[in-house]
């Protein structure tokens, strides 16, 4: 009896890894869930890309929704989405707080001149601090915030056209009693 278990054991582990794998295929990985949907914005205070004297604080955009869009220049996948976010806020009105994120503020600024600036305005993160905070793992990133301040929506990768209407615009005018 004993060598009939030697073997199975080995077969029980692989159908179990077999079938963790198998469900993990299944699952979109465009959809990783946040634990901070539903909470408060993580505060935090950081000089603007432009001016490095005004301070950029998420309290300074209470009041209304808004996007925070995680950015760099490094980014291949942010000069992607510029357009659409320049769509978003000249088009559509959006508001958008940008986060330059472990980026060169010279080349940031240089950046925001040549492709133009759908920011209200962007904050300088040099080290990435407050992306931790708010769990980057990788940009662009793009956060929805109601007017009190809290995350209703994390969007992973760029934003295509499509996302921005089917998403993004639709849940910015729920959360405005735009409907």
Excluded at 85 to 101: N, P, Q, T, W
Excluded at 109 to 136: F, H, M, N
Aim: with cysteine.
């Amino acid at each position: 009896m004993r060598p009939r278990l030697r073997y199975l054991a080995p077969l029980a582990i692989f159908l179990v890894i077999a079938g963790f794998l198998g469900v993990g295929l299944t699952l979109d990985s465009d959809r990783v869930p946040s634990p901070l949907i539903g909470k408060p914005l993580p505060d935090f205070s950081l000089p603007s890309v432009r001016d490095p004297a005004r301070m950029v604080s998420p309290a300074d955009f209470r009041g209304d929704p808004w996007l925070l869009n995680v950015w760099a220049t490094w980014c291949v996948s942010c000069r992607a989405e510029h357009g659409v976010l320049l769509e978003a806020a000249r088009r559509h009105g959006a508001r958008i707080v940008g986060l330059d994120y472990k980026d060169e503020r010279a080349k940031a600024i240089e950046w925001l001149r040549d492709l133009g600036d759908p920011y209200v305005v962007s904050a300088y993160d040099p080290k990435g601090r407050t992306g931790i905070d708010l769990g980057v793992y990788g940009v662009p990133e793009t956060y929805v915030i109601d007017a009190e301040g809290i995350i209703r929506h994390k969007h992973i990768g760029p934003i295509t056209r499509r996302d921005l209407e089917q998403e993004i615009l639709p849940l910015l005018a729920e959360l405005k009693g735009n409907d």
